[in-house]
């Protein structure tokens, strides 16, 4: 079963690529002919000379990223954009949310709704769509949360999965805060899973992990589309029953989330090391999971500066998480397990019921995919995506943020210009709230 | 890729055009060295030909445009002077072959540095024309993005012909941005009614135009001579390199430099590097619409700020990295802004930072964590950057800066200006000349200097909360 990318504004046009260099690499170098053969079906079709296509439609307000990431592509000579897959206009949003989602996305919405199509009658079967955006700008948000109705409303019964890019706290796009809320709000009702990486946290990944000087945007892609594949390669799950899971989003979806309060998923993978270290390390299950949970359980991002004194509340302290205790609730985990010896990995510790909510038992709560075959040059690799209160600090920031500038009305002129009035502000500011004040009570 | 018209308008609008295009041919030989009209060119030429365009001739080490091909090259510009004497001199300048009669809109007699000459008189007598030749250079645009007005303020035409063009530019395309590069005259300007021309301008730009990117001619004089200091100092180590200055028209195609031309110099780099993202790739790209969007938080409050660096570039290569954190220092330090204002001493509400050249995002945010701590930002805007990296640096450069602060100290410019209007206007010196003009009335002046008032008004009620700590709003509860 296939998944049709949709890759919107100028962030998801980057990012994009990215992730399927590292998918096309890895089904090409990896040795299990099910897994390769599983990988190219799900993420590219091929022509009758064997060529592989992304399944993947470009859309964006100006020219010049898509220009860039087809030409790159059809370079590389490993897999290339389909000719006729893109859509872009001459003059940008000009980072302005109302522009893409009132403007831009009913201009343009047959269009796209057709690419859309084509590339999904191209699919044996169609496993869901994966829109690709950032939260800051005017394309990616306001014309990506368009374009995510439209397709809520043309494939009703398929799974949607947002992969969203936040953007650095210290700002990009000075209205970034109004755009991220208005996207964050209006994407709740419409998507199964919301799956979050923060530009702040993969930079930090790069230079403290990575060890990179100079830190481009094409690095912190890189990181984010090495963690994105690593969920989604072909993986054997508990439904699956010995073969390649054909469900990915479903099973993604269904296992984490459970509730139409809790969407926002966050990931974390380990190891991550530079690739000059890679030949000089060597990884065992019990020291990457030992890691990984109490990086779940600390809230931290990445291996290094991890705080082991957090621990989980013992069994009657239940009452939402004490502040200051640092100890991140989880509703939900996925753990993927890439490798090596992967069937002998112990995870018995992240099913404590500990970690999680009151309402879920472990056994619902907590889901394991593995897969034999090494990923992305990694001997072994763990990737834990969450439903956690990981996202509760960054969201309820760039919120507080959002409302002090609607308080002293800013930039609104900018955004009614549009269409937008202030109470459709209200309503997303009171969407958001609710859904910062759901996660901040779990318990 | 988006299109943008230049309109000049008067003596000095038409002389910084000059300059602007001569610039603008120089960057893009530099860069297309294929001479093939590419993407890039199409932001501000047409082609008229679609051979081969420009025949780039290596000379001396630098490459310029070989004058004959420039006939394929049609600028997107209006030009229009009440003398003909500035366009004339573009027109047997070098870069002759590249208007057509079209796109000029000349007469005789001048306005007589008289706003009400200039708006009243010659808006209304050649309005149709105005609008014609504006239509005409919009309609061979496949995506015009914006307008760039340049004009400046103490004259007669650009003051007064100029601010009325841009309310034509409102009322028949009110979707394009309209960005205005206005010169301010200094306090000792010639002109003894510039005081007067500004402030009727000044109304217009409120309420007119999308972005004003204000320019006093004292602080450009001010950065000429530092420039020439630095150029006659002769220490070892310190050789600029000499096409790299801001003020350089080295490597373009008029020969000997007019006695305007270093100070119009800047005014022009400042136009191409606000356009560079438009035009270059880059990893951040930052369009024009985008600096309206963000820079203006209120919709009278669009008077940016801008500043420039580096002012040249040192021809022996040193450190690169603390080169490249100086720049980003002298970018927020009273010398360099284009206006005579300290942004330190104001309340900034947003800050556009366009970088050009070999820059990564990481040197970028760390210099922005740098000068953070000493930059007062306003409480709901604490966070207020945006930031644009474009790949292509100007020449003779390998990086540049172009910050464009929307900052409170513009309140002192139009603090001063006040000032000197009301020196005159309450002896009602030369008001008559003014009001023999048909169409204008005294109560145009106490409008205009209302208007400028309640602007100051507006500036300083937000300067105030500087320093102030001002709580958060209380959020939103949600009910359990």
């Given at each position: 079963m296939s998944i049709v990318t949709v890759q919107l504004g100028q962030c998801g046009n980057q990012v994009g690529p990215e992730v399927f260099d590292v998918i096309s690499s890895d089904a090409l170098e990896g040795q299990k002919k099910a897994f390769c053969a599983a990988a190219r079906e799900r993420f590219f079709h091929q022509t009758p000379r064997g060529e592989l296509v992304a399944r993947a439609v470009l859309v964006d307000m100006e020219p010049k990223v898509i220009n860039h990431s087809v030409s790159r592509a059809a370079k590389s000579g490993a897999w290339r954009y389909g000719e006729a897959s893109h859509f872009s206009q001459k003059q940008g949003s000009g980072n302005n949310w109302a522009n893409g989602y009132c403007v831009h996305g009913p201009r343009h919405r047959d269009v796209v709704e057709e690419l859309v199509r084509r590339e999904v009658e191209r699919c044996d079967r169609l496993a869901g769509l994966m829109a690709m955006m950032s939260v800051a700008g005017g394309t990616g948000s306001g014309v990506g949360t368009y374009v995510t109705q439209c397709l809520r409303d043309t494939y009703p019964k398929s799974f949607i999965l947002n992969h969203l890019t936040w953007p650095y706290g210290t700002g990009e796009v000075i209205v970034q805060n109004y755009n991220s809320v208005l996207t964050l709000a209006h994407l709740y009702q419409l998507s199964d899973a919301i799956l979050v990486h923060e530009n702040d946290t993969v930079h930090r990944i790069c230079g403290r992990l990575l060890n990179i000087k100079h830190i481009s945007f094409g690095d912190v892609n890189r990181v984010i589309a090495h963690q994105l594949a690593s969920v989604l390669q072909p993986a054997l799950t508990a439904d699956s029953r010995g073969a390649y899971g054909r469900n990915p989003l479903g099973e993604l979806a269904s296992a984490l989330s459970c509730h139409p309060e809790y969407k926002l998923l966050s990931v974390c993978t380990v190891p991550q090391v530079p690739s000059s270290s890679m030949a000089y390390s060597t990884f065992s299950w019990p020291s990457l999971l030992k890691h990984l949970r109490q990086m779940l359980v600390s809230n931290t991002k990445m291996e290094e500066g991890i705080d082991w004194q957090v621990r989980p509340p013992g069994g009657s302290a239940r009452t939402g998480s004490p502040a200051g205790s640092g100890f991140n609730r989880s509703l939900a985990n996925l753990l993927v397990l890439r490798g090596k010896d992967v069937y002998s990995a112990e995870t018995g510790g992240f099913e404590d019921p500990a970690l999680y909510t009151s309402w879920l038992s472990p056994e619902e709560a907590f889901s394991l995919w593995k897969s034999p075959v090494p990923f992305n040059k990694y001997e072994k690799c763990a990737t834990l995506v969450s439903n956690s209160q990981a996202l509760l600090r960054p969201l309820d920031d760039m919120v507080g943020k959002a409302w002090n500038m609607f308080a002293s009305r800013a930039y609104l002129h900018q955004y009614m210009k549009f269409g937008i009035s202030e109470e459709d502000f209200l309503d997303c500011f009171t969407s958001i709230e609710q859904v910062v004040s759901s996660y901040s009570q779990l318990h | 890729m988006t299109q943008s018209v230049v309109v000049q308008v008067g003596q000095c609008g038409n002389q910084v055009g000059c300059r602007f295009w001569d610039l603008a041919l120089r960057e893009h030989a530099h860069v297309n060295k294929k001479g093939m009209y590419d993407e890039a060119l199409r932001s501000f030429f047409r082609n008229?030909?679609?051979?081969?365009i420009i025949d780039c001739v290596a000379r001396n080490g630098y490459t310029i445009c070989a004058g004959l091909t420039l006939a394929y090259l049609n600028p997107q510009a209006v030009l229009v002077d009440m003398e003909e004497g500035v366009v004339n001199e573009i027109l047997q300048g070098p870069l002759r072959e590249m208007f057509d009669s079209t796109q000029l809109l000349t007469d005789v007699s001048g306005s007589g540095n008289n706003w009400a000459v200039g708006h009243m008189t010659y808006g209304s007598a050649y309005r149709e024309q105005i609008v014609d030749k504006l239509r005409k250079a919009a309609e061979h645009c496949d995506c015009l993005q914006c307008f760039f007005i340049i004009h400046s303020m103490g004259g007669g035409t650009g003051s007064g012909l100029g601010t009325k063009v841009l309310s034509l530019l409102e009322e028949e395309f009110p979707e394009v941005c309209r960005i205005v590069s206005s010169i301010y005259p200094s306090?000792?300007?010639?002109?003894?009614t510039s005081p007067y021309n500004s402030v009727l301008a000044m109304r217009e730009l409120t309420e007119h135009a999308d972005c004003v990117l204000p320019v006093e001619n004292q602080s450009l004089v001010d950065i000429v001579n530092k420039i020439k200091q630095m150029s006659h100092a002769g220490r070892p180590g310190s050789v600029i390199r000499r096409d790299s200055t801001l003020i350089s028209g080295q490597g373009g195609l008029s020969g000997a430099e007019k006695p305007f031309d270093a100070m119009n110099n800047i005014v022009a780099n400042l136009l191409l590097n606000i356009t560079s993202s438009a035009r270059f790739d880059g990893s951040l790209n930052m369009d024009l619409n985008e600096i309206a969007m963000n820079l203006v938080p209120f919709p009278r409050l669009h008077y940016l700020v801008p500043s420039l660096t580096p002012l040249y570039t040192l021809a022996d290569v040193s450190v690169p990295t603390r080169r490249l954190d100086q720049m980003f220092s002298d970018s927020f330090s009273k010398d360099h802004q284009l206006i005579r204002a300290d942004p330190k001493r104001g309340l900034y509400l947003a800050c556009a930072l366009m970088v050009r050249g070999n820059v990564h995002v990481s040197d970028l945010r760390r210099n922005i964590e740098r000068m953070k701590p000493s930059l007062p930002f306003v409480s709901w805007n604490q966070e207020g950057w945006k930031t644009g990296l474009c790949s292509v640096p100007p020449v003779g450069h390998s990086h540049s800066l172009l910050a464009l602060a929307n900052n409170t100290c513009v309140m002192s410019t139009f603090m001063e200006l006040r000032e000197r209007f009301t020196k005159l206007y309450r002896k009602k010196a030369h008001l008559h000349h003014y009001l023999h003009v048909e169409g204008m009335e005294q109560s145009m002046f106490s409008e205009a200097v209302g208007s400028l008032s309640s602007l100051i008004e507006e500036y300083y009620l937000l300067d105030a909360t500087k320093g102030r700590l001002v709580p958060d709003a209380p959020r939103l509860r949600i009910a359990r």
């Amino acid at each position: 079963m296939s998944i049709v990318t949709v890759q919107l504004g100028q962030c998801g046009n980057q990012v994009g690529p990215e992730v399927f260099d590292v998918i096309s690499s890895d089904a090409l170098e990896g040795q299990k002919k099910a897994f390769c053969a599983a990988a190219r079906e799900r993420f590219f079709h091929q022509t009758p000379r064997g060529e592989l296509v992304a399944r993947a439609v470009l859309v964006d307000m100006e020219p010049k990223v898509i220009n860039h990431s087809v030409s790159r592509a059809a370079k590389s000579g490993a897999w290339r954009y389909g000719e006729a897959s893109h859509f872009s206009q001459k003059q940008g949003s000009g980072n302005n949310w109302a522009n893409g989602y009132c403007v831009h996305g009913p201009r343009h919405r047959d269009v796209v709704e057709e690419l859309v199509r084509r590339e999904v009658e191209r699919c044996d079967r169609l496993a869901g769509l994966m829109a690709m955006m950032s939260v800051a700008g005017g394309t990616g948000s306001g014309v990506g949360t368009y374009v995510t109705q439209c397709l809520r409303d043309t494939y009703p019964k398929s799974f949607i999965l947002n992969h969203l890019t936040w953007p650095y706290g210290t700002g990009e796009v000075i209205v970034q805060n109004y755009n991220s809320v208005l996207t964050l709000a209006h994407l709740y009702q419409l998507s199964d899973a919301i799956l979050v990486h923060e530009n702040d946290t993969v930079h930090r990944i790069c230079g403290r992990l990575l060890n990179i000087k100079h830190i481009s945007f094409g690095d912190v892609n890189r990181v984010i589309a090495h963690q994105l594949a690593s969920v989604l390669q072909p993986a054997l799950t508990a439904d699956s029953r010995g073969a390649y899971g054909r469900n990915p989003l479903g099973e993604l979806a269904s296992a984490l989330s459970c509730h139409p309060e809790y969407k926002l998923l966050s990931v974390c993978t380990v190891p991550q090391v530079p690739s000059s270290s890679m030949a000089y390390s060597t990884f065992s299950w019990p020291s990457l999971l030992k890691h990984l949970r109490q990086m779940l359980v600390s809230n931290t991002k990445m291996e290094e500066g991890i705080d082991w004194q957090v621990r989980p509340p013992g069994g009657s302290a239940r009452t939402g998480s004490p502040a200051g205790s640092g100890f991140n609730r989880s509703l939900a985990n996925l753990l993927v397990l890439r490798g090596k010896d992967v069937y002998s990995a112990e995870t018995g510790g992240f099913e404590d019921p500990a970690l999680y909510t009151s309402w879920l038992s472990p056994e619902e709560a907590f889901s394991l995919w593995k897969s034999p075959v090494p990923f992305n040059k990694y001997e072994k690799c763990a990737t834990l995506v969450s439903n956690s209160q990981a996202l509760l600090r960054p969201l309820d920031d760039m919120v507080g943020k959002a409302w002090n500038m609607f308080a002293s009305r800013a930039y609104l002129h900018q955004y009614m210009k549009f269409g937008i009035s202030e109470e459709d502000f209200l309503d997303c500011f009171t969407s958001i709230e609710q859904v910062v004040s759901s996660y901040s009570q779990l318990h | 890729m988006t299109q943008s018209v230049v309109v000049q308008v008067g003596q000095c609008g038409n002389q910084v055009g000059c300059r602007f295009w001569d610039l603008a041919l120089r960057e893009h030989a530099h860069v297309n060295k294929k001479g093939m009209y590419d993407e890039a060119l199409r932001s501000f030429f047409r082609n008229v030909d679609s051979r081969m365009i420009i025949d780039c001739v290596a000379r001396n080490g630098y490459t310029i445009c070989a004058g004959l091909t420039l006939a394929y090259l049609n600028p997107q510009a209006v030009l229009v002077d009440m003398e003909e004497g500035v366009v004339n001199e573009i027109l047997q300048g070098p870069l002759r072959e590249m208007f057509d009669s079209t796109q000029l809109l000349t007469d005789v007699s001048g306005s007589g540095n008289n706003w009400a000459v200039g708006h009243m008189t010659y808006g209304s007598a050649y309005r149709e024309q105005i609008v014609d030749k504006l239509r005409k250079a919009a309609e061979h645009c496949d995506c015009l993005q914006c307008f760039f007005i340049i004009h400046s303020m103490g004259g007669g035409t650009g003051s007064g012909l100029g601010t009325k063009v841009l309310s034509l530019l409102e009322e028949e395309f009110p979707e394009v941005c309209r960005i205005v590069s206005s010169i301010y005259p200094s306090a000792e300007d010639d002109v003894v009614t510039s005081p007067y021309n500004s402030v009727l301008a000044m109304r217009e730009l409120t309420e007119h135009a999308d972005c004003v990117l204000p320019v006093e001619n004292q602080s450009l004089v001010d950065i000429v001579n530092k420039i020439k200091q630095m150029s006659h100092a002769g220490r070892p180590g310190s050789v600029i390199r000499r096409d790299s200055t801001l003020i350089s028209g080295q490597g373009g195609l008029s020969g000997a430099e007019k006695p305007f031309d270093a100070m119009n110099n800047i005014v022009a780099n400042l136009l191409l590097n606000i356009t560079s993202s438009a035009r270059f790739d880059g990893s951040l790209n930052m369009d024009l619409n985008e600096i309206a969007m963000n820079l203006v938080p209120f919709p009278r409050l669009h008077y940016l700020v801008p500043s420039l660096t580096p002012l040249y570039t040192l021809a022996d290569v040193s450190v690169p990295t603390r080169r490249l954190d100086q720049m980003f220092s002298d970018s927020f330090s009273k010398d360099h802004q284009l206006i005579r204002a300290d942004p330190k001493r104001g309340l900034y509400l947003a800050c556009a930072l366009m970088v050009r050249g070999n820059v990564h995002v990481s040197d970028l945010r760390r210099n922005i964590e740098r000068m953070k701590p000493s930059l007062p930002f306003v409480s709901w805007n604490q966070e207020g950057w945006k930031t644009g990296l474009c790949s292509v640096p100007p020449v003779g450069h390998s990086h540049s800066l172009l910050a464009l602060a929307n900052n409170t100290c513009v309140m002192s410019t139009f603090m001063e200006l006040r000032e000197r209007f009301t020196k005159l206007y309450r002896k009602k010196a030369h008001l008559h000349h003014y009001l023999h003009v048909e169409g204008m009335e005294q109560s145009m002046f106490s409008e205009a200097v209302g208007s400028l008032s309640s602007l100051i008004e507006e500036y300083y009620l937000l300067d105030a909360t500087k320093g102030r700590l001002v709580p958060d709003a209380p959020r939103l509860r949600i009910a359990r």
